[in-house]
């Protein structure tokens, strides 16, 4: 359990480093495309698609598959170990899998941070000012509840005039 553990986390770094890698350059794959395909079907210059940069999830899991695929067999043939078992087979894979999903949460994260930045200082600002606002009312004025029972009280201890006794005999009641 503790080795399909350290792969896994090595797989998400490589899947960050693999995406990361694959969107600065798709060289390898306008390569094969090239290869692979006729002068009508072949990708655009200004296509940035890889291997696993701007595709889908299924593409995605088929060729980490089969890179991994790939890499086990030459494995097996260089190290005679059993090491390559379908556990870490699949712990590489969906680790990898995931490496490519959070290294494309951080760039989109990137782009949205660099488009709004200027209205995001301007959310801060504002919110700043706010809160600058309310802790200037906090210290000059003391919360209604506060006065409402300092009235309540002064009010209460102003004697009236007659007591009720008073009043109801002006009444003839008693």
């Not at 553990?5 to 998400?12: E, G, K, M, R, T």
């Not at 660099?114 to 600058?132: A, N, P, Y």
Request: no cysteine; glycine share 6%; aromatic share 12%.
């Amino acid at each position: 359990m503790t080795l399909e553990l350290i792969v896994f986390i090595a797989s998400v770094l490589f899947g960050i480093f693999l995406y990361w890698r694959e969107s600065q350059g798709n060289g390898l794959y306008r390569f094969l495309n090239k290869m692979f395909n006729s002068k009508a079907l072949q990708m655009k210059s200004s296509n940035k698609k890889g291997f696993l940069y701007q595709q889908s999830f299924l593409l995605r899991l088929v060729f980490i598959g089969f890179l991994f695929l790939i890499g086990i067999v030459v494995t097996r043939f260089l190290i005679p170990i059993d090491i390559a078992t379908i556990s870490i087979f699949a712990s590489m894979i969906v680790g990898t899998l995931a490496g490519t999903y959070i290294a494309n949460f951080v760039f989109k994260s990137g782009e949205v941070i660099d488009e709004k930045s200027d209205s995001l200082e301007d959310m801060v600002h504002d919110t700043i000012e706010k809160g600058k606002d309310f802790i200037e009312d906090l210290k000059t004025e003391k919360p209604k509840t506060v006065k409402a029972a300092k009235e309540d009280i002064a009010n209460a201890s102003k004697p009236d005039e007659k007591s009720a006794r008073e009043r109801l005999k002006d009444k003839g009641l008693l």
